[in-house]
């Protein structure tokens, strides 16, 4: 396959070109290097370029004539996203917008997007399915539905094939170290415990009140590179005319925060500094996958099911980027 990948240079995009190019398929990042990082994009061409910029694309699309896209360019912070609505509602709706404006106009093809688990806001009942209510809390999630939805008005008018893999908690990094979880500022959990230890700085916990077994929050850590298994698979399965759908990924059980602080101090023999902090807005207590249709559909099963072990490939990768990461 050739595939176009928006947000390449980001975490998980990095880490799906690394996949993609591995299988012997042609990769093609495009990314404006807005929270991506040049270093990242080490499989395949590489074109600076923003999603809202619709003739840009254009160009891109003209020019390699992919036989799909994968769009992860995204903002993705939740409090970011509550002081700054207008930044998320214009790069994740008008820039998901324009990739699809440029797909109808230039030869539809098989479109597979960053979908969010917060799409489903403070979930009834979990684990959670597909079939649970769509009631995001922050603006994040509304523009991830939202974006659901074009997808479906899209597909309705113009065949568009598309599939959006709502994410749990996307954890980890490449084992063998050559891309990993780089963001600036680090807001995610487990990068946070692991800089605690190598820095020897006081981790933040947001909330030790919570209805939860320890009272601190549970969440559904998936590995990375599983993330990017199911985006293949995705866009494989789009090629053989399947029908668009949206699909939970997610490893189906869930961990504290507090059991990730434990994780971390068995793994580096190490006690955890921290502070307890009031509970962080839009913080739902429990968020873990249902991931059947995951399984049903995609035949995508996750490869890293212990904690432990999706830690190590994040301690790995942090430890041996000290240097340049630290400063973050
Ligand atoms: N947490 C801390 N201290 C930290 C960082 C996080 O206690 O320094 C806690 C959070 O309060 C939360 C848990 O650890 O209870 C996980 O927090 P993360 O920030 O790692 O992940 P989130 O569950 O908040 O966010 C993830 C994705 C978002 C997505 C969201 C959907 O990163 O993009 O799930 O709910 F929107």
């Known amino acids: 396959m050739k595939v176009l990948v928006t947000g390449g240079a980001g975490y998980i995009g990095s880490h799906t070109c690394k996949l993609l190019a591995n299988l012997g398929h042609t990769v093609i990042t495009y990314d404006n290097l807005s929270t991506g990082h040049r270093q990242l994009v080490k499989w395949g061409d590489f074109i600076y370029g923003d999603i809202r910029d619709e003739a840009r694309l254009r160009y891109a699309v003209h020019k390699y004539q992919p036989d799909g896209l994968i769009h992860f360019a995204s903002f993705i912070s939740v409090g970011e996203s509550c002081s700054d609505p207008g930044s998320y509602y214009e790069n994740n709706i008008l820039g998901s917008l324009r990739i699809m404006q440029v797909l109808r106009d230039e030869g539809v093809r098989p479109l597979v997007v960053s979908g969010s688990a917060a799409v489903y806001g403070l979930p009834d009942m979990v684990p959670v399915a597909e079939t649970a209510a769509l009631n995001p809390i922050n603006p994040y999630g509304r523009t991830k539905l939202v974006m659901e939805w074009m997808l479906e008005d899209f ?22 170290a050559e891309t990993g979880e780089w963001h600036e500022p680090e807001t995610h959990l487990i990068p946070n415990v692991l800089t605690a230890i190598l820095k020897g700085q006081k981790l933040k916990v947001f909330g030790t009140d919570y209805p939860t077994q320890d009272g601190t929050c549970i969440r559904d850590y998936i590995h990375v590179n599983d993330l990017a298994w199911a985006h293949v698979l995705g866009l494989s399965y789009l090629l053989e005319n399947k029908p668009s759908m949206s699909i939970n990924l997610g490893t189906g059980s869930g961990v504290s925060v507090k059991e990730i602080i434990r994780a971390v101090e068995e793994l580096t023999d190490k006690k955890v500094p921290f502070l307890v902090m009031p509970r962080r807005p839009g913080d739902p207590a429990s968020l873990v996958a249902d991931p059947t249709k995951a399984h049903k559909i ?26 340049n990461l630290l400063h973050i």
């Open 155 to 176: 597909a309705q008018a113009h065949k568009l094939p598309w599939l959006a893999l709502r994410y749990f908690n996307a954890a980890g990094a490449d084992p063998s």
């Open 298 to 323: 995609l035949n995508w099963t996750p490869e890293f099911l212990n904690i432990k072990d999706i830690i190590a490939t994040a301690l790995n990768w942090l430890s041996l980027h000290q240097e």
